[in-house]
């Protein structure tokens, strides 16, 4: 495959999975027909605060202590579970 085909064939990928709604996206859904607009709106400022949490813990380098340590990444994942 060339590298062409191979950009292309991730931006089809890419917009493709863009293009289709999420949990996050059903999770805001359901919230606003169960709870109504108010809840809904909380479930999304929620979802961003996560998103903007997880980007500047790998902007300080957890994600690099992540991939090289196993033991780090077990015990993030079993306290997530929690």
Do not use: K, N
């Not at 805001?28 to 809840?39: F, I």
Request: proline share 2%; hydrophobic share 55%; with cysteine.
């Amino acid at each position: 495959m060339t590298p062409t085909a191979a950009l292309l064939a991730f931006c089809v990928a890419a917009g493709i999975l863009t293009l289709t709604p999420g949990l996050d996206t059903a999770l805001v859904l359901r919230t606003s027909a169960v709870e109504g607009g108010r809840r809904a709106l909380l479930a999304g400022l929620g979802i961003c605060a996560g998103c903007l949490a997880w980007g500047v813990v790998v902007a300080l380098g957890l994600g690099s202590l992540l991939a090289a340590s196993q033991m780090a990444y077990d015990i993030l994942r079993i306290c997530g579970a929690v």
